[in-house]
């Protein structure tokens, strides 16, 4: 028993045609068509859709083979979009902010969007930073074994801690040196764990991929494994296509 429609995407014309993709609960994905949006979606099994990793994935899976088929311009919609009808759809959506998705679907054309993320080792690079910076290894040394006031405890951490900023910094802006002259946009987002330092997003033409991941290499290459460098180079635009907020 269905509980709706599910949707993943929105496409400007032309039309996507031939798309044979599996949606979430493997329901077939189809099209429909409000002016000049075209919009794909399935049959919804459920009332909500968890946001499990199996869901999430087969959300953007979907959305990765219609890019895969050809169209590439898309505005992704937020995971979880369940309607009960089209009408809702052109009344909230579609009749607000039609001129707006326009301007995006402008500003995507022949753009993708690609992710780098990069995380480091803290304890490795602690020892790094000691091994340069004798002054504060020689401070360090002389508390070991001493019983210090919480004073002189709290100096050296915060003095280490500084420290440690001031290089996640450097590294964070050798990224930004080599990558942003290559994108028309970029976005930084939220660090999602203690270990990662650097997250942003890019809106690169779409033939000058293989430059942008050739730069990539250098860098890894320049941090000779000092650092993990999680590369995106094919993924649905959201960080490009939001709405601004009314």
Not at 30 to 40: G, S
Not at 101 to 121: N, P
Request: charged share 25%; glycine share 4%.
């Amino acid at each position: 028993m269905g509980h709706g429609l599910y949707l993943y995407g929105i496409f400007p014309p032309p039309e996507p045609e031939n798309l044979e993709i599996q949606g979430l609960d493997k329901q077939p994905v189809y099209i429909h068509q409000i002016e000049n949006f075209y919009f794909l979606y399935s049959e919804a099994l459920q009332q909500r859709y968890l946001s499990s990793r199996r869901n999430l994935l087969g959300h953007e899976k979907v959305l990765e083979e219609a890019m895969q088929a050809g169209y590439r311009t898309l505005l992704p919609l937020q995971f979880g979009l369940v309607i009960d009808d089209w009408e809702k759809v052109e009344k909230q959506l579609i009749i607000p902010h039609s001129q707006e998705l326009e301007q995006l679907f402008e500003k995507l054309a022949g753009y993708r969007e690609v992710s780098v993320k990069v995380l480091w080792e803290e304890k490795a690079e602690l020892q790094m930073l000691l091994t340069e910076n004798q002054d504060l290894k020689a401070k360090r040394d002389r508390l070991e074994g001493k019983t210090l006031s919480m004073d002189e405890t709290i100096a050296i951490g915060q003095e280490i801690e500084f420290c440690l900023k001031q290089r996640c910094q450097q590294i964070a802006e050798t990224f930004q040196t080599d990558l942003n002259p290559l994108a028309t946009e970029t976005l930084e987002n939220d660090l999602l764990m203690e270990s990662m330092i650097y997250n942003a997003a890019f809106l690169i033409p779409w033939e000058s991929e293989p430059e942008f991941a050739a730069k990539i290499e250098v860098l890894d290459r320049k941090f000779n494994e000092r650092l993990k460098i999680r590369y995106n180079n094919f993924t649905a635009p959201y960080n490009f296509a939001q709405l601004s907020q009314p």
